[in-house]
């Protein structure tokens, strides 16, 4: 029998996951390791015993084998959230196509050292009679700073480190001799920052109308009996999926486990979490990417020490290390935002569906606007589907749609981004005293520059894309990061005639206020809320009725609850229609669905004017009518004569370069060498061709796209891929190749 190799980390510590050891797996142990075992090993010299966990598993070793150490033995009950998180890891790394090292980063969730804050006592071990004598002693030596400390002690034994350091004036110079001395000691605890203030206000408890009764019932019976299932609910907007949420977990915490709740990062509002902080109080914590490094450090600590039973965030709270998960709950599940950018390119979905297996624990997803993914598998079967067809509150009803076609604006001569309907919409509004919201799929002064001469357009020299003006003047590119001040000529033609084509939220405020000076507006999209807390700030002044007028991108239309509010305006419903991507109908359907659900969530009626150049599309009609039945069924009919997910997998394989011509010659070598068997497993193949953007911050890219309905098939291809690139390092010596599955 072969001799196997197992890589372990000693030291479980995140910024050092790249650091493995190879350890020779004893025959007597090869049929019991797994990966993210914890065993224990001889290390170093004096081959002290160490615990180590397994991320690899191999039949080579990377050093001479003689020199290489055998594993002692498995360390009893040592299955840690850490070594489950590795197991994931290794999943991650088969399925997705990624080194173990880019998939212990994933899952291991802090990966830089932070400093750990502690809270530092001096604590008086004196007796009352020896500390009259110190004090007696420290005043006959003239030891000023000392008198005042033992002083104090008589007042305190226990004195705050910063009261010493800070109110008493003491220096470390005059406290260290008093510890030294025995006098005293120092005593630290660490501290755990905690993002969420403690705000004492308590959520009451909501009662439940029938169809929500139905399906806590329905999970909790399930639960009871052991039945660790996936389950989908689809809830028209405003149909109260929260408060079933809070119930949900509320029966899990019950059971003494524990919770993820994962919001898209744009929907993770200080509104949002205080309704479950509210509910539950401190066994709750958030993870967001504005929380600083050491807040993101403590909240995982906090999790890992059982101290939180419930961590809400983004897709990386999926990794939190819980030991006793009961319950992943998604919302708003369609979103985009949980489908990784980086490697392994992954899906929350699916990845909380294979964790939940690994700890026996439940999935729940939530939406308006299930994903065709998750409404198939639900469909299928796989996930057990419920509805929510009435909004929550009894005197609230969907809002009246009107679809505007700009096109007739334009013939009847209105050039104004406003049509004539919206118009006499915003200034009833403004005189009843009611809220309005204004949403376009976009943001920046006006899309881009362009010279009425020569009709260039002005693009970044790093990528194939236009650059967006600025309110301050300047261009920017939303893809490296690029900026010029605006020319005054033409850079192609030398010009004076450019100017600026398309609408952004900068605009659209100057606008709204030269027609409606009277309105207070308020303006949310990346630039106005890249500051800690901007998203709060603003969102809580419109709240409060400091705004009349809430102008903004994709981030306002996402679970926001204004009862106010009672017109909503889609200004350029095209925008996300038109991008070159197979899901633009969907994203459609989604984004307008989510923008019309925000009027009229009180008992005023609302309405909701959606604007555009294509009323007929069926992704425009069914979203009017808040009829997703009738859109999934064409939309499905549309994915299946293309082959396009969920009818099909489609893997698409990314070759990045520098240097042009490698990336060309890399990405045609690999297609030729899997095109045997491509064609005859009846794999449909397109490309390589170039990404939709080519040339980004000096990179060039081309794409290879499968579909198949088989994803094992498509992974065993993948495989055949890395094999071809390892027996061929020349030729990938400068190209970096990326995989992804959809």
Known sequence: MAVQYARIIIDISHEKVDRTFDYRIPQWLEEQITVGMQVTIPFGKGNSQRKGYVVGISDYADYDPDRIKEISGIVEDSITAESLLIQLAWWLKERYGSTMNQALKTVLPVKQKVERKEKRVLKCILSDEELDLAIAEASRKSYSARVRLLKAFKENRLIPYEVAMGQMNLSAASIKPVIAKGMAILEAEEIYRN?????????????????????????????????????????????????????????VLKEDKQVIVLIPEIALTYQTVMRFYGRFGGRVSIINSRLSAGERYDQFERARNG????????RSALFTPFSRLGLILIDEEHEGAYKSEGVPRYHARDVAVKRASMQNASVVLGSATPSLEAYTKAIRGEYKLFHLTERAKKDSSLARVQVVDLREELKAGNKSIFSRTLQEMIHDRLEKKEQIMMFINRRGYSNFISCRSCGEAVKCPHCDVSLTLHNNRRLVCHYCGHNIPLPELCPSCGSPYIAGFGVGTQKIEQMVGKMFPEART??????????????EKILSAFSEGEADILIGTQMIVKGHDFPNVTLVGVLAADLSLNTPDYRSAERTFQLLTQAAGRAGRDQRKGDVIIQTYNPEHYSITTAANQDYETFYNQEMAYRRLMQYPPSSVLFTVQFSSAREQAVITAADAVAEAVKTVTERQNIQTIGPVEASVYKINDIYRKILYLKHENYDILIRIREQMDAFAENNPELFRHVLIQYDFS
């Open 195 to 251: 993002p969420i203030e403690e705000t004492g206000i308590r959520t009451e408890r909501v009662k439940l109308n029938q169809e929500q009764n139905e399906i806590v019932e329905a999970f909790a019976e399930e639960y009871q009996k052991g039945i660790r299932g996936t389950y989908l609910i689809h809830g028209i907007t405003g149909s109260g999926k929260t408060e079933v949420y809070m119930e949900l977990i509320a029966d």
């Open 307 to 314: 101290d939180v039973d419930i961590m809400i965030g983004p």
């Open 522 to 535: 308020l303006r949310m999209d990346l630039d106005t809320t890249s500051k800690k807390g901007g998203h």
